[in-house]
């Protein structure tokens, strides 16, 4: 693709920016490459310009489904005013947060560590030598709406005085750069205090203890009325849930540990919150998925974003769920989910699934701003349209669908939710059943037909959300894996629906090795839009890609996924692997362009890449009969030791780890054929 290029004015010198973010697949990056600000592509060439034009880099960190990002590129970075600054003072460079979550993670710490909070869009100001001076998030634009520009210093403002601090205050700035990423090194020590010689002999350090402290947190933190662990904003965080429904389950000797009553406190505290969830605003009751957060601790209002990483961690929680309770609702939204990531739009035809849905859009085809959740939400006038009134008025109690809106006003800070409602369940078909004297078998019926035209008049009527269609390897693992377990449980009692689920996770394998896998080297990339990405795999791709063809091989029996999941493993172990502390970085030591190699120990929105791999490893040595793999787990395992035995509540992953590393893995063979063999395997599967 021809591109303009930046050059020098030949009468000044000075060097003149272009914006050259057509030359990027990434629809994140490629929603700036009309913006009056010359954004510069992450790279050598970039990198090269600040040094010689001794310029601060500013680089903005984001996704295409982020809400506050599309707001900041509104407020200012189409506002010439900043452009200006920017192009003349500055190397501006946009980043898709999903191609390059190194950089990103680096500098997320850093902001994390000096502003105490983090999120995206993420912003910061680096010297030519990648060196952090400044940053934060969101900031508002010269043209901000007044309610939030209240709670913000604004980009404007920064923008002036990051520009004389470098220009009259350069060696103090260089200095304190240095200082701050002295820090960063010293505070990114995670998983590099371990012993390469430890795990010999096992995980002797940590014991099954910490499964209790750990459900000892999270029992401090639960919300008792409406599920979950935190005030608001609330992130449903997968990882904390599966943790907490698989400490009941065998092994036997964590249960004696952490206690019967509190291993069944810790399953009813994951369930209530999983139902509360599949009930809220948070999840699409229309046209299935969950949204990535809620804004209030009740659950009812999202942020719209939805995201591929926690569909599948999600399908993965609501199995486990149903395995524990046999819960129909548990069930029912295990193929709400499943059903969404295995059709249009989040599923390509050529195999694999997309990234995300965009959380802003146009409310009709005609209107010209974006609206966050406009896809989403109605009005009580609507549903008396599209239902008839009397259909309206048993589904408006169902959705709790008020007339004058259900969103509080200090929740909306754009005005956007005036008379809007976000359907959360509210009653049940029996209260509705006696409140409105109808049998209970109409209520349902009602609203099975309420839910189907207000689908159809949603897919019609209004603009779907943006797609960013790239293909991610590490949340393609995840799904993967999810939908080959559901496809296992469900093998008996659904076999149609089983067979579609792990079809399209055969599919996207499939696709993975024909297009992001080179046979010859064993190596990954990490993206696919209209072709193969340029970012290579990380550790998260190989550990989430070899957890999900783990999956699907038991899922299958299929020995193809084994033997691929054990070429990953062994080309993870020799890009990635710490010889000296043990366990895996996240990036190859051959990177140029980070100023930190860091190590992914602890969980955040998705689990953590050296818990996954611990997990891998032990599995394969189990089905591989390869006591290496066991080494290896255990030395990763105990590479996170200080950090765990610190604060095991953010280790959820790795302590399935130590549970492995304490009790051992347990091998089953099935030998034969008949029904006899089919109900046992069957059972098995119906474990975790």
Known sequence: MASATNFEDNATGELKLVNRLSESRSPYVREHMDNPVAWQMWGPEAIAMAKKNNRLLFVSIGYAACHWCHVMERESFMSNEIASILNTSFIPIKIDREERPDVDRIYMNYVQATTGSGGWPLNVFLTPDLEPVFGGTYWPGPNAATTVRGQHVGFLGILGKIRDVWSEQEER????????????????????????????????????????????????????????????????????LVFLLRLGQPPNAVKDVVGDAECNNATSMAVTTLRNMARGGIHDHIGHGFARYSVTRDWSLPHFEKMLYDQAQLLNVYLDAYLVTKDPEMLSVVHDIASYLTALPLASSTGGYFSAEDADSLYRPTDTDKREGAFYVWTRKEFSTILGERDAEVCAKYWDVRRHGNVSPENDAHDEFIHQNVLAVKSSPAALSKEFGLGEGEVVSILRDGREKLRKHREQERPRPNLDDKIVVSWNGLAIGALARVSAVLQQNDPEKAREYRESAEKAVVFIRKELYDEQTGRLRRVFREGPGDAPGFADDYAFLIQGLIELYEATFNDTYLQFADQLQKTQITLFWDTLSSAFYSTEASQPDLILRLKDGMDSAEPSTNGISAQNLFRLSSLLSDSEYTTLAKKTVMAFEAEVMQHPFLFSSLLQGVVCGNVGMTGVVVIGEGRGVEETIEGLRGGM
Do not use: M, W
């Open 173 to 240: 700035c260089v200095q304190s750069a240095k200082d701050i990423t002295a820090q960063l090194r010293e505070f990114s020590q995670e998983g590099k205090h371990g012993d390469a010689g430890a795990g010999e002999e096992g995980v002797d350090g940590l014991e099954l203890d910490l499964l209790e402290e750990a459900y000892q947190h999270f029992q401090g933190k639960y919300d008792k009325v409406n599920g979950g662990f935190a005030v608001a904003p609330k992130f449903p965080t997968p990882v904390n």
